[in-house]
């Protein structure tokens, strides 16, 4: 490899990042070793922590690290980024607190990265102790980073702090309504879900493709099926009807309504399918007495090259079941 610049070094450490290629990262690395003097410039310090924290490599990221004598928050936030994007948790909120006692400063994209370790670990009280952090700094008011330290209370149960957080924001964006619905869902609070919904409606709120399908959950039970319908309408007006996703989370709400029919119209009409998309469609027949049809779409999703998930074959051997097909379930099983 002839001698590069920095830029091209650090150009070729996104690259493998990108490609999730350790062998492109390694011989980069090797290459910087060989091209520039030590200490590297910090820029390029921190690429190397970032590739190697980013491809679960977490040794070589601490030794870089180490060896990094300039330590900044962009050093330490690359290392504590990569650390939670491969589940390392605890590993991530040492990193956080290792950085404060060098006294230097969290931004906005470490906090973030602080609260969705608290809340994996469900760790309240760590998760307090950053958002004591964040007030002390002034950063608790970004949106993103107030959004995360709603969705950290909320994830670890404490409802009262996530509530109290929400109504101080100065400002809300998409994201911040959507992790509201979210957690409203995931905790049955379907009516606060949806007049979470209405009143981002109302202040001018443009929901995005998360929002509809976070909705759509929210109104999954057949007595908020003339509000579903309606969001429906909205999708359609809104121009989501293609969204892979959305038109997944529609075939999902139809199905836990009882309205195979619409699922099944919903679903005739995507363009694009995805092996959630037949999912789907295989789960709302079985879930509604349809165990025929449920098989047929089974059948026809594989000849399509659809993988089926665990519960779409969950879906499909109790729809054998239930039509008491020993034969077709034996038939099935072949194809797993």
């Not at 950085?99 to 994996?120: G, L, W, Y």
């Not at 999703?301 to 109790?318: A, H, K, Q």
Request: hydrophobic residues 45%; aromatic residues 10%.
């Amino acid at each position: 490899m002839p001698s590069l610049t920095s830029n091209s070094l650090a150009f070729l450490l996104e690259s493998a990042v990108k490609t999730r290629s350790s062998l492109l990262g390694r011989a980069t690395h090797a290459q910087t070793i060989k091209s520039l003097q030590s200490p590297l410039p910090s820029f390029l310090a921190n690429h190397l922590i970032n590739m190697y924290s980013k491809l679960d490599l977490p040794k070589s990221a601490h030794l870089l690290l180490q060896l990094t004598p300039n330590r900044s928050v962009v050093t330490w936030t690359v290392l504590i980024s990569g650390s939670v994007q491969n589940g390392h948790f605890s590993s991530a909120l040492l990193q956080f607190f290792n950085m404060r006692c060098e006294n230097i400063q969290p931004n906005d994209f470490t906090f973030p990265c602080a609260f969705k370790a608290s809340a994996s670990l469900r760790l309240s009280f760590i998760g307090k102790q950053v958002h004591a952090i964040a007030v002390k700094f002034g950063q608790i008011y970004d949106v993103f980073v107030g959004c995360s330290a709603f969705d950290m209370y909320s994830k670890t149960g404490l409802k009262h702090e996530a509530q109290k957080l929400f109504d101080e924001l100065p400002e809300r964006n998409v994201v911040t309504w959507n992790a509201y619905i979210s957690n409203a869902v995931l905790d049955g609070r379907l009516i606060n879900a949806v007049n979470a919904f209405i009143e981002f409606r109302r202040m001018g709120g443009e929901p995005d493709s998360i929002t509809f399908c976070a909705f759509l959950n929210a109104c999954a039970d057949p007595l908020y099926l003339d509000l579903g319908r309606q969001l429906h309408g909205f999708v359609i007006q809104s121009g989501f009807e293609a969204d892979v996703s959305v038109s997944n989370g529609l075939v999902d709400f139809y199905g836990k309504c009882r309205e195979v029919r619409l699922a099944e119209m919903v679903f005739g009409g995507m363009e694009k399918r995805n092996a959630v998309s037949w999912c789907s469609m295989v789960a709302a027949c079985e879930q509604n007495g349809e165990e025929e049809k449920a098989c047929v779409f089974f059948l026809e999703g594989r000849r399509e090259g659809v993988e089926p998930t665990d519960y779409m074959v969950s879906s499909v051997i109790s729809a054998c079941a239930g039509l008491a097909g020993l034969e077709l379930g034996r038939s099935v099983h072949a194809l797993l």
